[in-house]
């Protein structure tokens, strides 16, 4: 039976992201070099010195690791990076009696660490008063050391992992606005196109039901051909529906116009109709289709009107019917909708009243 586990992919840098961090840790040469110049202590102080600085490297390589594993739901992620960074601290301490100053040589790991491992104001704070801290030893209490280099490091060091780290968490927010922005374009869409699919065939489901309702007294055989119409367009309207929501519906211009055809004559209303697509630019025929199905649809639904007349041209279709206009009604969804469709598409779409004061034009430009 196969495993019902979610399958975890990582990409590269999670995988192997901390062995090209782990090549800092050459810099350690300065602490190993410090404890084999250390005459004035025993070898075997000296060996000891050395395996801790071995341990510092391994807890070091370790912390990284377990960071780049853990996400930031995960219950360990919190306390991973402060035990780690408290485990260096107290490493890189117990060399101070045999090394003495040099134990500042750690710093910059300490620092490098302590930023990814905090949360940010935490790990500026750590990295400010480990550099105040390293300068303040370096150029005023261990004089003429040269400790001064590794004061200067220390603050190269915090000034890029702030920025580093600084910048991605900005590039992490980027990310995530832009999947809830593409989740909310993916809605709108949807919600779009169910409104368009079905506000359409409703409709014509609607008519062609009034009128067999009004034939079955007086043309049995028409009223069970309007019948037989609705339930053809009633299982193409949830194919449309399925077909919506997984994204695969794309509207088609010369469907579109037959439907146009058969919606307006089901209601009544005088088709001017064209039946070729072929003179509209074929980059702009999607968007033409939505836009006749949604005005064809408001034509049969709120217009009353006698006749309707579809134009198109290469960027441009015009519907027009004689009906009774606007009649300073709000926009509802549908043209609302068409609105976005049309200007997403670098298009505009205008409605208005014909000069003889009744009917409704609308025309769509691309």
């Not at 198109?312 to 015009?318: E, F, M, V």
Request: overall charge negative; charged content about 20%.
């Amino acid at each position: 039976m196969a495993d019902d586990a979610a399958v975890q992919v990582h990409s590269p840098w999670e995988r192997y992201g901390w062995i090209v961090q782990s090549v800092w840790l050459v810099f350690l040469f300065f602490p190993i070099s410090a404890f084999l110049g250390s005459d004035q202590h025993p070898i075997s102080a000296r060996v000891l010195g050395i395996g801790m600085v071995v341990v510092f490297a391994v807890v070091y390589t370790m912390g990284i690791r377990r960071l780049q594993r853990y996400s930031s739901l995960d219950p360990g992620a919190a306390l991973t990076g402060p035990i780690h960074l408290v485990g260096l601290t107290l490493i890189a301490l117990g060399t101070a009696p045999i090394i003495g100053s040099e134990v500042l040589t750690f710093l910059p790991f300490i620092v490098a660490f302590g930023m990814f491992a905090l949360p940010l104001f935490w790990g500026v704070v750590t990295a400010a008063v480990a550099v105040v801290g390293s300068g303040i030893w370096a150029f005023l209490i261990a004089e003429g050391t040269g400790l001064w280099v590794i004061a200067f490091i220390t603050l190269a060091v915090a000034v890029m992992t702030a920025g580093s780290r600084f910048l991605g968490e900005q590039g992490a927010h980027h990310d995530a606005m832009s999947r809830d922005l593409a989740v909310v374009e993916e809605r709108e869409r949807v919600a779009r196109d169910v409104h368009d699919v079905l506000g359409h065939s409703l409709t014509v489901v609607t008519v062609k039901a009034e009128l067999a309702e009004r034939l079955l007294a007086i043309d049995p055989e028409r009223a069970r051909a309007e019948l037989a119409d609705i339930q053809i367009l009633s299982r193409q309207a949830l194919a449309e529906v399925r077909a919506t929501v997984g994204g695969l519906r794309v509207a088609n211009l010369s469907e579109e116009l037959a439907a146009a055809r058969g919606a307006l004559a089901g209601a009544g209303i005088d088709p001017d109709v064209p039946t070729d697509s072929a003179v509209v630019d074929p980059r702009h025929r999607t968007v033409l289709a939505w836009v006749l199905r949604e005005a064809v649809t408001n034509v049969v639904r709120h217009s009353d009107a006698d006749a309707c007349t579809v134009t198109l041209g290469p960027s441009r279709l015009t519907v027009a019917d004689d009906g009774r206009g606007m009649e300073a009604r709000p926009e509802g969804n549908g043209l609302r909708g068409l609105r976005e469709r049309v200007t997403a598409a670098g298009g505009t779409l205008t409605i208005r009243t014909p000069e003889a004061g009744y009917g409704t034009v609308l025309e769509v430009r691309l």
